[in-house]
């Protein structure tokens, strides 16, 4: 399903859940899938990188710190994939590159890729680049 951009912030775990489902649905449709997950300090992952069998990239706050503008750009190379990428408040938060910057290249993207974003922020310049929002409340 290309050219969608979803959108989910709050609850980090809710949010996450359900990106996730949509990259299982990718996944059940033999389309390609990649999880990208800005932060690698959560117990879970490493269960989750030993029982799925997509890619999964995970990004540390240190390697965030140091991501350019190219390395983003390669990250979201893709055509024809369903991307989730996880926490990207803290990649916006931290790395180099602008929020501007960052919304350019998903625009260039977005035409040839489902992408679903998880934040615990709201981010308003993803809220207005995105086909579906979804607020999940702390509970």
Same mark, same amino acid.
């Given at each position: 399903?290309? *050219?969608?951009?979803?959108?989910?912030?709050?609850?980090? =775990?809710?949010?996450?859940?359900?990106?996730?489902?949509?990259?299982?649905?990718?996944? *059940?449709?033999?389309?390609?899938? +990649?999880? =990208?997950?800005? $932060?690698?300090?959560?117990?879970? +992952?490493?269960?989750?990188?030993?029982?799925?069998?997509?890619?999964?990239? +995970?990004? $540390?706050?240190? %390697?965030?710190?140091?991501?350019?503008? #190219?390395?983003?750009? !390669?990250?979201? !190379?893709? @055509? @024809?994939?369903?991307?989730?990428? #996880? $926490?990207?408040?803290?990649?916006? $938060?931290? &790395?180099?590159?602008?929020?501007?910057?960052?919304?350019?290249?998903?625009?260039? =993207?977005? &035409?040839? @890729? %489902? +992408?679903?974003?998880?934040?615990?922020?709201?981010?308003?310049?993803?809220?207005?680049?995105?086909?579906?929002?979804?607020?999940? !409340?702390? !509970?």
């Amino acid at each position: 399903m290309p *050219g969608l951009v979803h959108f989910y912030f709050g609850d980090k =775990i809710k949010a996450f859940e359900t990106g996730l489902g949509t990259i299982i649905r990718s996944e *059940g449709h033999s389309l390609e899938t +990649i999880l =990208i997950i800005f $932060n690698d300090s959560y117990s879970w +992952i490493k269960s989750l990188e030993e029982h799925t069998h997509f890619q999964i990239r +995970i990004i $540390n706050k240190t %390697e965030i710190m140091k991501l350019g503008l #190219a390395a983003l750009k !390669s990250l979201f !190379s893709t @055509n @024809n994939w369903t991307i989730l990428v #996880a $926490n990207i408040d803290l990649f916006l $938060n931290f &790395s180099q590159v602008s929020i501007k910057d960052f919304i350019k290249i998903i625009e260039q =993207i977005k &035409s040839k @890729n %489902e +992408i679903i974003f998880t934040s615990e922020e709201l981010i308003e310049e993803l809220v207005q680049i995105a086909d579906y929002v979804s607020e999940f !409340s702390l !509970s």
